[in-house]
């Protein structure tokens, strides 16, 4: 089973003379079949661990310290060639557009490319694009563009482009932005059931506090300039925790858990 994991890691970001200090001592480590959300406030890190730990370097972004860096099962990212990377690793980012009209069919078949010979897919990488899309109730969009879908079919259609990486991990920039309320919490299931089905480690950033305490295994809190708070909802979504994390008072009522079909 393969873990993705770095420890007390401190980065800053580095624009001549000006450092912003972003992350400070965090650590954290993703288990198979985990459904985990990170929470936190605007400004805080969350986008910048992701791309930490996705091993996408960016030239402004510099870890100032680290007791362990990114790994997986022992082995730094940096390592690993990108292309072998992202057949373990799928990175969403927050905002995306296709500049090309694709077909959706085209559009997730882009998640075997690091599979693929240079882009020359076989007929497995069709089958797979295929079983995907049916497996997401997706096979009905498989001809229509892109560009024609509402926001919350385009996010879907990424996530069935990452599942076609055949990834042990999905690192995901918030997958519910942009979503109404009736769909972020199908999101929310879907994302849980796919972690779980599949032993899929998912790390998604959500900002709806409660939909991550119905939904997640584990809840991630990242309070601005501390040390990152994990465990599972129950155990680590306090009245304390939620106010170094966010800076205001909270209530805590309890609720039933949403449940819908996908």
Request: hydrophobic share 40%; net charge positive; with cysteine.
């Amino acid at each position: 089973m393969s873990t993705l994991s770095f420890e007390k890691i401190t980065a800053a970001y580095k624009k001549g003379k000006n450092t912003k200090l972003i992350l400070q001592d965090v650590s954290l480590c993703l288990n198979p079949g985990e459904f985990v959300c990170l929470c936190g406030p605007n400004g805080c890190g969350k986008s910048t661990l992701l791309s930490i730990l996705s091993g996408i370097p960016n030239k402004n972004l510099q870890i100032i310290s680290a007791q362990k860096l990114p790994s997986i099962n022992q082995i730094p990212i940096h390592k690993i060639k990108r292309i072998e990377c992202a057949k373990h690793i799928a990175y969403m980012q927050q905002n995306e557009f296709s500049m090309w009209d694709f077909s959706v069919f085209d559009f997730v078949l882009q998640g075997r490319f690091c599979h693929s010979n240079g882009g020359n897919y076989s007929n497995d990488d069709f089958a797979i694009v295929n079983q995907v899309l049916k497996e997401m109730n997706l096979s009905d969009f498989s001809s229509r563009n892109v560009n024609a879908l509402s926001g919350g079919e385009f996010q879907k259609i990424r996530i069935a482009r990452a599942l076609c990486q055949k990834p042990e991990f999905m690192l995901l920039d918030e997958p519910a932005s942009n979503l109404d309320y009736v769909y972020e919490p199908k999101l929310m299931q879907m994302l849980q059931s796919i972690a779980h089905e599949k032993n899929i480690s998912i790390l998604a950033i959500v900002h709806n506090i409660n939909l991550a305490f119905c939904f997640a295994d584990k809840i991630c809190l990242l309070p601005p300039k501390h040390s990152i708070i994990c465990g599972k909802p129950d155990e680590i979504m306090t009245l304390e925790n939620l106010k170094l994390t966010f800076g205001v008072d909270f209530q805590c009522k309890e609720t039933k858990l949403f449940q819908s079909s996908l």
